[in-house]
């Protein structure tokens, strides 16, 4: 009689680290995604992002509403401000107050 021997397959254990992402870097990495053209499953391969991670935040975020879908990126840093006069009647002088919401406030003048 043979004795059947088996053999046992050890895989080494993942070492590979989880990374924690805050909900505005799900945004930006969904927001990524759209604009990739690529399948999830591509996607997450290409950037090495867990697909049920991707896939549990793109669900998430979808459930809190269209405010919290839309990518902050797209927001823009700076507003433009048109003068309320016309610049033939304002003066060469000006004054400029910032009141910050942590209580700062920038003054610029000009003599």
Known sequence: MRNKISTQVLTPPNTARKIKRTPEQWKAIISEYESSGLTQRDFCLQQGVAYSSFTYWLKKLKEMGPAS????????LFVGIEPSRSPS?????WDVELAF????????RQP
């Open 69 to 76: 879908y839309v990518d902050a990126v797209s927001t823009p």
């Open 89 to 93: 009647t304002a003066s060469n002088n």
């Open 101 to 108: 919401a942590n209580g700062m406030v920038l003054r610029l």
